[in-house]
């Protein structure tokens, strides 16, 4: 048993992995799916292009509530000297005829006069009673061909590309795909994701807690991300540290799942079953990945050779929960984008600048979580806490600074590029806060969600946020320095 | 009847419906729902903030599989002059304990040492075939107190706030809302909207079509926005045009729904009773708002006065689709939003640069839909159709530019600011063609798509494409000009 793990570079861990879902045929999409055109299909991948089986509009429609004329019979209409048309119903010599927005145009028309521009009149002149239904309309102004007219095609022209595959569908695709005579639609079938949680200290949310107990809840983190992402996810019961019954659930999940996460145990101390249980079933092409967090990752496949009814991809996703986000981010979000067929989700990008001196392993991918806000002119990114189990430091990221393999650090004031989860334009709404934490920062929160507004805070002390405040690198910071001498607070401080 | 509506502005529209929604206690959330937290309340907007009530780690817990000794007992362990800790289970003298990661720390003990960190051996000084369970470990390295231990409240403390109200749940939230101890959350109650398609020319999806006939399909789209925004949508069958039937479908849903969708019929033509039925069973505060496309909206309430058992808004939404979007966009998301108690959805935004004259009407806020792509060092927005009936003009775009009341359009070149409907990051992978359209796009765009790259195209004619080249505003231009002289195709055209 190795007790250390042996660290390969992430770009070489996701080429092994790819290698081996293209050796099982498990590259590209999975099944197609034929679906009823509904509201139920927003956010699945199109697995077939659509294309146009009828133009939109399918034939030269009203654009206006009016009446249909050729327009070239309406040459010469001035306010002087205007132009009558014959439009009574059913007859032969009508030369105008009344249509609401949306009407076939009869075929002798060419365009439409809205009804607000003619003057409905009977055989006498006098006004019609029905201005819809007159006798004649008077005309003192001449009409274009295809004036108030949507031709046919205008939106849509028969057999063009109305939606590429793999495009991902939206509310107004919906209308495209059913303007153009389709009622059913061809996507991608959502890869099945079960996950295995393991771990005799384990227990499930809601359980009494006691010292030694850890709630159990990267299995739903894992799942809300399987289903965002466009899989379908499974979660296990929680499965106790022994081989024997890791290996009994894993062969169950195998059998009708596409893909298999194991969490945890991925590591390798004395209750990791996680790698022996893959090489028992099958072969572990990656044990250890230099990433951080999240470095004790297994890629690997189980399979038929071992008596399995097919073969099934397996991650073994370490336990911390940052370090178990950040793998489903990292390794499970682009196996599941390219079996749907879609591309990998792509963040929005900002240059800011790092609030302090950070030192990051040379040989690691390290996965900064910082907050990040525009203080004056000024965007600056600030480190939230490192560890693998602060959960909290992904729930308040505003974004990812990636350090790079080889990166031994960054200094204070260097510029990053931040790999951002919100929309770039929540930056000009954010409070940044860098100091102490304080009472009123969660009550400031609180208040400002409320209005559409953020607080994004990082705990650097007292000290920390007055300096930050000195170099105009913070909205506000929280403080709380007893000076012991006068018994005072702060004041002192500020006054340094 | 009037035949013109009386377009008032947008903010002033607004105003007006919300200070109707206030009169009948429709203003904030609609009401609190009680959940168990798992993967299925992701997208749901927390009704009230989450304080922890418990701190996450609950305990000292070991960061490491090692041993858990006190920091004080290794002092002055050294290569040389090692300390020797007695580690014997179940025994009272015991100063070191094994414990894996996430253990309890024993009450005695500050620090773990990492297991590969010590040598496990016997009472004669041999080495334990258990590094597990030796009687000793001999220590060559003083620890410090608290390495390798997350000591309680190391991620969140009890009390803090964890998430406030308005949040919108996503995967990593759920890890930190269980973590701190809550097995229930509670969240806004979801909207109901109800949609009433109606229109004697509609036909639904899948039916079998005739000049004159309409697919009706705003209804999925609206169904489909109302789903995302976070309501329930309930889509009711197509209603023939006659002021009774609407009346009675209006009655229908006003029993169970929280806002009704009307669509169409919002405008003042023969066969438009939207506004009748509305003025019939309510009011309507606004009927016409100056925007395009979408103006004749209607804002209005039905209620109580008139016999109905509560007072509900209502909200005729004009028949071409863009128009039917649009409003969706502008009117029912806002409403949705702060229902839910959450801001509403924010776009990110990016400054481009025009690539023709535009006209617009003075008195409307102008809702421009444009490609955008960046050529070289430029961001470039080019203008779609503009016609309400172009569905396509609002699948094809990029984002929307807002021409604001008083405008009376742009000149080529001129700065504007797009609302973008993608993340500002495709803008760099996103190939942007102006031109005439050619079988051959539809072939790239489809390449494209699978690569994880786009293809915005917008058709201003060969020529028009041929311009853009030459001004280095476009990365490809479609042409088909016939030289009728040489009988050439484009080659003379882009001499010239």
Chains 1, 2 share one sequence.
Not at 36 to 47: M, N, S, T, Y
Not at 104 to 112: F, H, I, M, R
């Amino acid at each position: 048993m190795s007790i250390y793990l042996d660290d390969i570079p992430l770009t070489e861990a996701k080429e092994r992995f790819e290698a081996a879902l293209k050796s099982i045929g498990m590259w590209g999409i999975l099944g197609v799916e034929e679906l009823p055109l509904d509201e139920k299909v927003i956010g699945r991948v199109l697995a077939e292009a659509v294309f146009a089986k009828i133009s939109s509009p399918h034939y030269h429609a009203a654009a206006m509530d009016g009446f249909a004329v050729l327009s070239a019979n309406t040459t010469g209409a001035m306010p002087s000297s205007p132009v009558d048309l014959p439009c009574e119903r059913e007859s032969s010599s009508s030369r105008a005829a009344y249509v609401d927005t949306g009407d076939l145009l009869p075929e002798w028309a060419d365009a439409v006069i809205p009804i607000e521009n003619v003057e409905s009149i009977n055989l006498n002149g006098s006004i019609a009673e029905n201005i819809r239904q007159p006798a004649l309309i008077r005309i003192r102004s001449a009409v274009t061909p295809w004036s108030h007219v949507r031709p046919m095609g205008e939106d849509i022209v028969a057999t063009q590309l109305v939606l590429p595959a793999g495009h991902i569908l939206r509310p107004v695709d919906l209308g495209a795909i059913a303007a153009c005579g389709h009622h059913k639609i061809f996507v991608a079938r959502k890869p099945r994701v079960a996950i295995l949680p393991t771990g005799s200290e384990l227990i499930p949310i809601g359980t009494p807690i006691h010292p030694g107990e850890i709630i159990e809840y990267n299995s739903v983190v894992l799942a809300a991300q399987i289903n965002q992402w466009g899989g379908v996810a499974t979660r296990y019961p929680i499965t106790p540290d022994t081989f024997e019954e890791i290996y009994r659930c894993v062969v169950q999940a195998s059998e009708t799942c596409d893909l298999i996460l194991l969490n945890a145990g991925s590591s390798a101390g004395s209750e990791d079953y996680s790698g022996k249980v893959i090489e028992a079933l099958g072969e572990a092409l990656v044990h250890g990945v230099a990433i951080r967090p999240g470095h004790p990752v297994i890629l690997g496949v189980i399979g038929v050779n071992e008596g399995l009814k097919k073969a099934t991809p397996i991650i073994g996703v370490p336990g911390y929960p940052v370090s178990a986000a950040l793998t489903g981010e990292i390794f499970v979000e682009p196996v599941i984008a390219q079996w749907l067929g879609r591309s990998s989700i792509s963040y929005p990008k900002v240059k800011a600048s790092i609030t302090r001196k950070v030192t990051s392993p040379p040989g690691d991918d390290d996965y900064l979580r910082v907050i990040v806000g525009r203080v004056g002119e000024k965007v600056l990114a600030a480190p939230l806490s490192r560890g693998s189990g602060v959960i909290t430091s992904l729930v308040n990221a505003d974004g990812i600074v990636i350090l790079p393999r080889g990166s031994q650090g960054l200094d204070a004031g260097a510029e990053v590029e931040v790999r951002l989860y919100r929309n770039s334009e929540e930056l000009d709404t954010t409070i940044f806060a860098i100091g102490s934490h304080d009472i009123t920062l969660d009550l400031m929160a609180q208040f400002l969600a409320t209005r559409g507004r953020r607080l994004s805070s990082a705990n650097v002390g007292s000290l920390g946020g007055l300096i930050a405040i000195r170099r105009g690198e913070t909205h506000i910071a929280g403080s709380h320095l007893l000076d012991m001498s006068s018994g005072e607070y702060n004041l002192s401080y500020i006054r340094q």
